[in-house]
């Protein structure tokens, strides 16, 4: 295969036209007629994604609570819930453009904050409710958001969190919300049922992201109404959803995968999306499976690997009831792939992706094409997706490299760089995801590593320095390094190399202080659940911290 080929399917692989047809044949056209509005006039995604279905007497949401309760939510439901909070959003000077936030639970209130969001013109950011105050404070100030609606359980981390912007506590617990903090549950009846949508055009934002980096902050990453069209694309190529179809994507809305395939990517084709308040088990999946007759699912590894832990038997409750399932956030280890054909007779499928790009390689459950065990498959119709070298040059078969999109032959690629930097990552016509890949000869794309220090652990996206900067708050460091150490279950987990100050003394305690102060401040989910102490860091003459040592240490060491 020459470079001018990669990332498109190779003529000498037979048994894959459908393939083929999509994405020699790709036509931009096509997938704009799908929507009523006009990128180019006038769109409003809460159209695209709720108003257009309404009359159609159709579910918009399956919604199960943590304590058991459950609801239906129709189209028509989400329509005057979303028209409330958009007249509320009017109402404190909120126009489009601006940003609202949320952190809150797998509720349908969600849903409706950022339907109601959408109505009025504005951009949602999306908060993951196990962040600490730390990353709440960042992501509110990169964002400069005029609201945050959060819930009771959720409260209290804002008081440590300066220069807040006003609250909204919409919350299905009965109890009072404190003085100066708006109520959902008394504002929304005041408001008007129905909010006339305000039409934006493609290159308008619409979501405001945050992403991990390994020598900075997280960085913002617009998202702008264009990208709707990816969404809708992945939905149809790589997930293969059909009206038929129940749909149940795992993973949590505070990301992108759960916000961009669990709720816009289902809404957008007028199809129920499930949302479940709990935790992660493998008997609450199993019984939601059951339940609503689940079909097609979608989620991480990290879950994957915990169903096949709890064996074949526990499986048998819903064996062949899937038809198509999705991974995506990590590599799938191809044991996962075994065990779900054998255990739960169903095809499991690599997907990969980035908040900034969306879904952009796949092994496509919509399109026929030659199945690599061990790829991430193939480049999703719409995108030219091609290995680099340093240089910039695109590379042959067998060639480890950087994956990168051809933006000028990509019609679907959105991304044009962070809120307010510099995007480096985009030259020369191409934008460079820093991972490391190799192109296959059949033009799959075999996934071999991060080229940077990004941690990824149970399908999370950890980036190192937050880690760092959060101990080194603690007022025994002075010095702190976080790299991933290789994990069976969790692909990674958080391992944190800590200098401490004059006059503390390393111990168990204190370790244990240490990660319980980072889980706290930061999230509960990126703090370091290993800590070693040292005696100094491994850096560059020039004073350069060589994260690169230490994790190239710890694979050594879980390979011996």
Same mark, same amino acid.
Not at 10 to 38: H, I, M, W
Not at 276 to 303: H, Q, W
Not at 435 to 459: C, K, M, N, Q, Y
């Given at each position: ?99 609202? %936030? ?93 909010? %006339? ?20 902050? %997280? ?92 064996? =074949? ?17 990590? =590599?799938?280890? =191809? ?58 040059? $695109?590379?042959?078969?067998?060639? =480890? ?56 652990? %149970? ?19 002075? $010095? ?73 240490? $710890? ?6």
């Amino acid at each position: 295969m020459t470079s001018e080929l990669a990332g498109t399917p190779n003529a000498g692989v037979q048994d894959r036209p459908a393939y083929e047809t999509a994405y020699a044949n790709f036509d931009l056209e096509q997938v704009k007629s799908q929507f009523v509005g006009n990128f180019d006039t006038g769109i409003n995604a809460c159209v695209e994604c709720c108003d257009r279905w309404v009359g159609s007497d159709r579910v918009a949401l399956n919604w199960e609570g943590v304590d058991g309760s459950s609801d239906s939510v129709t189209f028509e439901r989400l329509q005057v819930m979303s028209a409330r909070f958009a007249n509320f959003l009017t109402a404190q000077g909120i126009k489009a453009g601006d940003v609202v %936030a949320a952190m809150l639970p797998r509720t349908p209130e969600l849903l409706a904050v950022m339907l109601g969001t959408w109505r009025a013109g504005a951009v949602y950011q999306p908060m993951f409710t196990a962040f600490g105050p730390k990353a709440i404070e960042h992501r509110l100030k990169v964002s400069g958001a005029k609201l945050l609606v959060t819930d009771h359980a959720n409260r209290p981390k804002l008081d440590e969190v300066p220069n807040a912007p006003p609250i909204m506590i919409a919350s299905r617990r009965d109890e009072p919300v404190r003085e100066g903090d708006f109520d959902a549950r008394i504002e929304m009846p005041k408001q008007s049922d129905t909010f %006339a949508p305000v039409l934006r055009k493609g290159d308008d934002l619409f979501l405001m992201m945050a992403t991990s980096g390994t020598t900075g902050a %997280a960085k913002g990453v617009p998202i702008p109404l264009k990208a709707l069209q990816t969404f809708l694309a992945y939905m149809q190529y790589a997930i293969d959803l059909r009206p038929e179809d129940k749909f149940w994507n795992i993973a949590d809305p505070g990301w992108a995968y759960g916000l961009y395939y669990a709720v816009i990517g289902p809404l957008l084709l007028g199809h129920t999306t499930t949302f479940y308040e709990g935790p992660f088990t493998v008997d609450s999946t199993y019984r939601i499976i059951d339940k609503y007759g689940i079909t097609n699912l979608a989620g991480a590894p990290t879950a994957y690997r915990l169903i096949i832990a709890a064996g =074949p038997e526990a499986a048998s409750r819903v064996k062949g009831k899937l038809r198509a399932v999705a991974s995506a956030g990590e =590599p799938l280890n =191809p044991e996962v792939i075994r065990w779900f054909s054998e255990h739960l007779a169903a095809p499991i499928f690599d997907h990969y992706g980035q908040t900034e790009v969306g879904m952009v390689v796949n092994n496509h459950h919509g399109l026929d094409h030659q199945f690599l065990p061990g790829s991430a498959g193939l480049s999703m119709p719409g995108h030219r997706v091609v290995v680099l070298d340093d240089e910039g040059n $695109e590379l042959g078969p067998n060639i =480890p490299g950087e994956l990168a999109i051809n933006i000028t032959r990509s019609p679907l690629h959105y991304f044009t760089g962070y809120w307010q930097q510099a995007t480096s990552q985009i030259a020369g016509g191409y934008y460079r995801t820093g991972d490391t890949v190799e192109l296959e000869p059949s033009g799959h794309i075999s996934f071999v590593g991060r080229a940077d220090d990004v941690i990824t652990s %149970a399908g999370y996206r950890i980036g190192p320095f937050d880690v760092e900067s959060a101990l080194l708050e603690h007022p025994s460091v002075a $010095e702190s390094a976080v790299v991933g150490k290789p994990d069976p279950e969790r692909t990674e987990i958080v391992k944190a190399f800590v200098v401490l100050r004059a006059g503390f003394q390393a111990s168990d305690a204190l370790a244990e202080e240490l990660s319980q102060y980072v889980k706290r401040r930061l999230s509960a989910h990126a703090f370091p659940r290993e800590i070693e102490f040292r005696t100094e860091l491994p850096k560059t003459p020039s004073g350069k911290l060589q994260r690169f040592l230490l994790r190239n240490a $710890e694979k050594a060491a879980a390979k011996a």
